[in-house]
C-alpha cells in the first residue's frame, strides 16, 4: 500500500526558509522509474507544481520560484524533502507530495500539510 | 511555459447525466518519446487531488469507466458519463511533457 505524508512548520516567518519533509511508504526512491513531485495550493486555488526529484537523483524546478527551492531525497529513510528559501506570504499554501512512476504521474497524494507564511 | 486552458469553469450537471470538459495547451504535448504526457485529476471537497487518467486516455487502477479521456496534440477532452455524487469537485488537467509541468486551473462540477 502506498502512502505519503508531508510535515512542515505551520507557520513561519517572512524571509524565513520553509522546510518540508515528505515520508512515504509502499515504493523505494531507489526503483527504476520512480520519482517524488511537490505541488503546492493556495487556499481556495488551483495547483502549482514545483519541482520533481528521480530515483537517479535528477531534479527539476519550477523557474517561476526564481532559484529558491531545493528538492532532495533519503532513500535509505523513504524520504523526500523540498527547501524554499527566503519565503513571503505569497507562498501561503497547502503543500502536496506525491509519487510518479514512469509515465504515471502523481498517482498517489499525501494530506498536505498547510504552510502559513506571516509575521 | 505551456499554458493550459480549461473550459468551462463551472459545469452544473445532474445526477445520472453526462458532461465534458476541455483542455487546450498552448503547445503540443506529444514529446519526443512520443508519448503524450496529459493527466485528469479530480480533487473533490476537502481531500487532496486523485488521478483519474494518465496519458491522454488511460484509466488510473480503480477508475470507474464512467471516466474516459481523448485528444490529441493541444485539444484534449475528458467525459464524464452516468454522473453520481462522488463525482463532485474541481477537476484539473495537467500536463508532463514540457518543464515546467503545468496544471490547468480547473473546472468545477456541481450539481443541478
Known amino acids: 500500500q502506498v502512502t505519503l505524508k508531508e510535515s512542515g512548520p505551520g507557520i513561519l516567518q517572512p524571509s524565513q526558509t520553509l522546510s518540508l519533509t515528505c515520508t512515504f511508504s509502499?515504493?523505494?526512491?531507489?526503483?527504476?522509474?520512480?520519482?517524488v513531485g511537490w505541488i503546492r495550493q493556495p487556499s481556495g486555488k488551483g495547483l502549482e507544481w514545483l519541482a520533481n526529484?528521480?530515483?537517479?537523483?535528477?531534479?527539476y524546478y519550477n523557474p517561476s520560484l526564481k532559484n529558491r527551492l531545493t528538492i532532495s531525497k533519503d532513500t535509505s529513510n523513504n524520504q523526500a524533502f523540498l527547501k524554499i528559501t527566503n519565503v513571503d506570504t505569497a507562498d501561503t499554501a497547502t503543500y502536496y507530495c506525491?509519487?510518479?512512476?514512469?509515465?504515471?504521474?502523481?498517482?498517489?497524494w499525501g494530506q498536505g500539510t498547510l504552510v502559513t507564511v506571516s509575521s | 511555459d505551456v499554458v493550459m486552458t480549461q473550459t468551462p469553469v463551472s459545469l452544473s450537471v445532474s445526477l445520472g447525466g453526462q458532461t465534458s470538459i476541455s483542455c487546450r495547451s498552448s503547445?503540443?504535448?506529444?514529446?519526443?518519446?512520443?508519448?503524450?504526457?496529459l493527466y485528469w485529476y479530480l480533487q473533490k471537497p476537502g481531500q487532496s487531488p486523485q488521478l483519474l487518467i494518465y496519458?491522454?486516455?488511460n484509466r488510473f487502477s480503480g477508475v470507474p469507466d464512467r471516466f474516459s479521456g481523448s485528444g490529441s496534440g493541444t485539444d484534449f477532452t475528458l467525459k464524464i458519463s452516468r454522473v453520481e455524487p462522488e463525482d463532485l469537485g474541481v477537476y484539473y488537467c495537467y500536463q508532463g511533457t514540457h518543464y515546467p509541468y503545468t496544471f490547468g486551473a480547473g473546472t468545477k462540477l456541481e450539481l443541478k
Open positions: 496519458k491522454v486516455s
Open positions: 506525491a509519487r510518479t512512476i514512469a509515465a504515471i504521474s502523481f498517482a498517489y
Open positions: 509502499g515504493f523505494s526512491l531507489s526503483t527504476y522509474g520512480m520519482g
Open positions: 526529484i528521480w530515483w537517479d537523483d535528477d531534479k
Open positions: 503547445q503540443s504535448l506529444v514529446h519526443s518519446d512520443g508519448n503524450t504526457y
